[in-house]
């Protein structure tokens, strides 16, 4: 699975869940709503300079803090498709793939990509290419298993497939 993306870098390290999503917006589990003040604490820009397939970079441990699913519901809602980080909250990275959102661990990018520039994630591979600077950054791939959830959209998902085929043997 390959992606192409726009580049919306955040250098800060802990970027937590309550500055994804602040507390008060937890009211709702609506992605179209939630996503109106994503990032909003840390970039009151945000929503207006997000576009559908857009992707995050940021430092180390994005997502710590509370383990609140709508932290990556509200990213999703924004269109963004992607999170690459130096390093995640266990929680949120187990949330995310299990909600079929893409966390890529990559020190390499999350250093050296900025703002704008425009990458090709190549999942199967393993690799991030930053085309604006012609660099090429690696991160370990995600087992079959994953890629699967993430091709279902999450793991709810791919139980409702699995379920369907066992219905019909």
Same mark, same amino acid.
């Given at each position: ?5 726009? &580049? ?9 869940? @309550?500055?994804? #999503?602040? +507390?008060?917006? =937890?009211?709702? %589990? @609506?992605?179209? /709503? ?5 990032? /909003? %604490? ?15 970079? +940021?430092?180390? @441990? ?9 932290? #990556?519901? &509200? ?9 690459? &980080?130096?390093?995640? &909250? ?27 520039? /425009?990458?090709?994630?190549? =999942? @199967? ?5 930053? =085309? ?15 890629? /699967? ?9 791919? #139980?409702?497939?699995?379920? %369907? ?5």
């Amino acid at each position: 699975m390959k992606l192409k993306a726009k &580049a919306h870098t955040y250098n800060k390290a802990h970027i937590n869940t @309550d500055e994804i #999503i602040p +507390a008060r917006y =937890l009211n709702t %589990d @609506d992605e179209e /709503e939630l996503a109106k003040h994503a990032m /909003e %604490d840390i970039d009151a820009n945000f929503v207006d300079n997000v576009k559908v397939g857009d992707v995050i970079v +940021a430092a180390q @441990d994005f997502g710590c803090g509370s383990s609140r699913e709508h932290a #990556i519901w &509200a990213l999703r809602g924004a269109g963004i498709r992607a999170v690459i &980080a130096g390093s995640f &909250a266990r929680i949120f990275f187990r949330n995310g793939i299990n909600n079929g959102f893409i966390l890529i661990e990559c020190q390499d990018a999350s250093k050296k990509v900025s703002t704008g520039d /425009e990458l090709e994630i190549d =999942l @199967d591979g393993g690799t991030i290419k930053n =085309l604006t600077k012609e660099e090429e950054y690696s991160f370990a791939s995600f087992p079959p298993f994953v890629l /699967e959830m993430l091709s279902c959209k999450g793991l709810l998902n791919k #139980i409702t497939k699995l379920g %369907d085929t066992n219905d019909k043997s």
